[in-house]
């Protein structure tokens, strides 16, 4: 085989010409191994749209044959789920699972597919606590309109000393649950 048709494969050893030793009038010869990491091609979108990032994501694992799904994915991208997609039919398929403690695929993929996947993106946080609090405020001003004067249960409640209206400790209470909810695993990542 000549070296112009050599090309590289995984595990190949190459060998390479070195600046010439003089040794006893003798050259040397270097060699390297060159491998090849496996790679996948995605096409990722964004509820049916897009494809929003078209990139090359490295296979990983003992075979080098899974995805990395959660960091590469659905932190990267804002995901919050992936989906498998087929673009012709604008269609999702089933749900791409990945195992829970190394953030890689369950299936695996060959070197050089390409893969369709159609994302979920995570919830915004301030939608939901902005609802709360419209909501809120908007049966405190119902409330006041329907009552002239306000009624005695509302001026006993009294907390140290400070006249805490019930409206505020209802929102604090219903905030504080849904950031509860929403920062469940937010120390767990961080890892505490």
């Given amino acids: ?5 050599k090309t590289p494969l995984v595990g190949e050893i190459e060998e390479v010409d070195a600046s010439p030793v003089e040794e006893e009038g003798t050259s040397e010869r270097e060699k390297r191994v060159r491998t090849k990491v496996p790679e996948a091609e995605i096409h990722l979108y964004r509820q049916g ?10 296979l990983g694992g003992w075979e080098q044959d899974q995805l990395e799904i959660r960091e590469d994915i ?5 995901m919050k ?15 791409v699972r990945f195992n829970p403690r190394n953030g890689r695929s369950i299936l695996t993929y060959r070197d050089g597919a390409v893969v369709y996947l159609d994302g ?5 946080l301030v ?3 902005t609802r709360i609090l419209v909501g ?3 049966i ?6 329907v009552s002239r004067d306000t009624p005695n249960w509302l001026k006993k409640l009294n907390f140290s000393g400070v006249n805490f209206p019930p409206w505020i400790l209802a929102c604090v209470v219903i905030v504080f649950t849904r950031m509860r909810k929403r920062t469940r695993d937010f120390l767990k990542k961080r890892g505490w």
Wanted: aromatic share 10%; net charge negative; hydrophobic share 40%.
């Fill in 49 to 58: 749209k897009g494809p929003v990032a078209v990139f090359k994501s490295a």
């Fill in 136 to 138: 809120v405020a908007l």
């Fill in 127 to 129: 939608k939901p606590v």
């Fill in 74 to 78: 659905l932190e990267k991208y804002g």
């Fill in 120 to 124: 979920e993106p995570k919830d915004s």
């Fill in 1 to 5: 085989m000549e070296d112009d048709e």
């Fill in 81 to 95: 789920s992936v989906f498998a997609f087929n673009p012709t039919a604008g269609g999702r398929g089933v749900p």
């Fill in 140 to 145: 405190t001003f119902m409330i006041t309109l």
